[in-house]
């Protein structure tokens, strides 16, 4: 059974960072692409970066990432990581990490809250 469990969310001011972590389970985690979404209530789910599977060499971004984020992944032990920059109120959101062939599989998220 896949299994993910995202974390390292909080709270945090604008322009300030943070890191969010991706446990992933129950498949051969280094040979798929991952994903991370982030969800707002009432909305949509909405990509935020893609990273291929293996060594992780192709990764692309959502426009409004504009160079704050980037994604990588550590096959050792199974993770995929976000690294958050300059932190928007707009990027208020939960938070959670996907496996493209594994559709139905989601984790509970981690909520990131940006204010002032």
């Known amino acids: 059974e896949v299994q993910l469990v995202e974390s390292g969310g909080g709270s945090v001011q604008p322009g300030e960072s943070l890191k969010l972590y991706c446990s992933v389970s129950?498949?051969?985690?280094?040979?798929?692409?991952m994903m991370w979404y982030r969800q707002t209530p009432g909305a949509k789910r909405e990509l935020v970066a893609t990273?291929?599977?293996?060594?992780?060499?192709?990764?692309q971004y959502a426009e409004f990432v504009n160079g704050r984020f980037f994604i990588s992944r550590d096959n050792a032990k199974n993770m995929v990581h976000l690294e958050m920059y300059r932190l928007r109120l707009d990027d208020t959101a939960i938070y959670y990490c996907?496996?493209?062939?594994?559709?139905?599989?989601w984790g509970p998220g981690t909520q990131v809250t940006v204010s002032s």
């Open positions: 990273i291929s599977g293996g060594d992780g060499r192709k990764k």
């Open positions: 129950g498949v051969s985690f280094s040979s798929y692409d």
């Open positions: 996907a496996i493209p062939v594994y559709p139905d599989a």
